[in-house]
């Protein structure tokens, strides 16, 4: 509990020091991106606006409208209270790291060192700040790692309901986290608790009906299984389309014809209009819902022609993307540029910098098969093994750009399995230094 106060009080002082050093959210997130819906909308009718939502699943857009109402429609303001969660997110991941730590078994000193490294680290002062959803995905992912492996070893109702509770709203946060996925997940994790908690099943049923619930509003709502209009656009980004499938499925072609108006109308206003109150497109328009089944069509079409060639042809972004920080990202918060120091190796020897990383997450991966297979602690890392390759997996033959962002979510996971490598290491040597002076 200590460690914790500590890394609370450090994480808290760098932020405030930070903040008024300049680093700040930039409230054109809220304005401009794509995912988020009109600002303004979402402030003054936030369930019409919502229960037309069709392009992302609802919790990011939820949370913009909280913040929206919450601070009279400023998008500053919102963008501000917006980031006091994420740095709320902040103190939840460091305490799960914290709390594996001891759970693994590893030095207290060494754990609490690597928590305050983490959470001082770039990429998560970056995605702390910066008003997307990676942030809060990163931290339901750990978290879920933490209330399974408690879990799994006690059985008792408490990390039960904390896996349950930073599980069941993946899907809800971002269409990468497909419902049957994290319901198989839910239910294996039930299944191998040496230990049941009797509320373990009527728990987890609730929980799959939650994890459910966005899926079945798309069907009933616009006729489609997915929380996701852009689905099909997305595994264009993958594949070649042949003809004029080629452009159609692009996102900067369906931009330009929900401009030039070439589409057909839905009949409801918030999906009909070409532009948000900001001037950027709307991207929950309705030419998504036409278009997107056909691109998903022909896309999954093209890859069960050579499913094989497929695949092999995704390695090269695989390897390619882990070259890159996570953190290397097309929008930052306002000031960032006083932290760039802090990737001087990039800037000085590109290609180096970027074999190291790579070389990097291979030895984690490597390290993470040998710990699944051999350690006390495998089943902690059955579930980080299952849930990187599912991450990896998806995120690289589902979508084609913005890998590293993407990988931030995991990174967590990553760092879990640095902390124990690190602490053999640690136990190695004092077993060696205690031999020695024998």
Request: contains cysteine.
């Amino acid at each position: 509990m200590k460690d914790f106060l500590y890394v609370t009080v450090i994480v808290l002082a760098t932020r405030l020091a930070l903040h008024f050093a300049g680093l700040a959210p930039d409230a054109a997130t809220l304005l401009n991106h794509m995912q988020v819906l009109d600002f303004e909308i979402l402030a003054a009718q936030p369930i019409e606006a919502l229960w037309w939502l069709h392009m992302q699943p609802p919790l990011w857009n939820m949370l913009v409208a909280g913040s929206a109402i919450a601070t009279d429609g400023d998008p500053g303001k919102a963008a501000g209270l917006i980031h006091v969660v994420h740095i709320g997110a902040t103190l939840v991941m460091a305490g799960c790291i914290l709390f594996l730590g001891r759970l693994l078994g590893c030095g207290r000193a060494l754990v609490f060192v690597l928590c305050l490294f983490f959470v001082l680290s770039p990429p998560v002062i970056y995605f702390e700040t910066y008003i997307f959803y990676s942030h809060l995905s990163a931290t339901l992912v750990l978290g879920s790692v933490t209330g399974a492996f408690a879990y799994l070893r006690s059985g008792h109702i408490g990390p039960l309901l904390f896996f349950l509770t930073t599980l069941a709203p993946l899907p809800w946060l971002w269409s990468i986290f497909h419902p049957v996925a994290i319901s198989v997940f839910a239910f294996a994790i039930i299944v191998a608790a040496p230990r049941r908690s009797p509320w373990a099943t009527p728990l987890a049923t609730v929980s799959i009906l939650i994890v459910f619930a966005p899926t079945l509003k798309s069907v009933l709502v616009f006729g489609q299984p997915t929380t996701s209009s852009w689905l099909g656009f997305n595994i264009s980004q993958t594949v070649q389309h042949p003809n004029e499938l080629e452009f159609q499925c692009r996102f900067s072609e369906a931009f330009e014809d929900i401009r030039q108006g070439r589409y057909t109308p839905y009949g409801e206003p918030l999906l009909d209009a070409p532009l948000k109150s900001s001037g950027f497109v709307n991207a929950n328009h309705a030419l998504f819902l036409e278009r997107g089944p056909v691109c998903v069509e022909a896309a999954v079409e093209i890859i069960l022609e050579d499913p094989f060639g497929f695949a092999m042809s995704r390695l090269g972004p695989v390897v390619e993307s882990h070259g890159t920080p996570s953190h290397y990202y097309f929008f930052g918060p306002i000031g960032w540029d006083m932290l760039e120091a802090l990737d001087h190796p990039w800037d000085e020897d590109l290609a180096g910098a970027q074999t190291a990383l790579r070389m990097v997450f291979a030895a984690l991966i490597l390290a993470l098969l040998g710990l699944a297979i051999g350690s006390k602690n495998r089943s902690l890392f059955v579930i980080v093994l299952a849930w990187i390759l599912y991450f990896e997996t998806v995120s690289h033959l589902l979508n084609g750009q913005e890998q590293q962002r993407m990988r931030y979510t995991i990174e967590p996971l990553y760092f879990l399995v640095a902390i124990y490598c690190i602490d053999i290491l640690r136990r190695h040597l004092v077993h060696r230094t205690k031999r020695t002076r024998a």
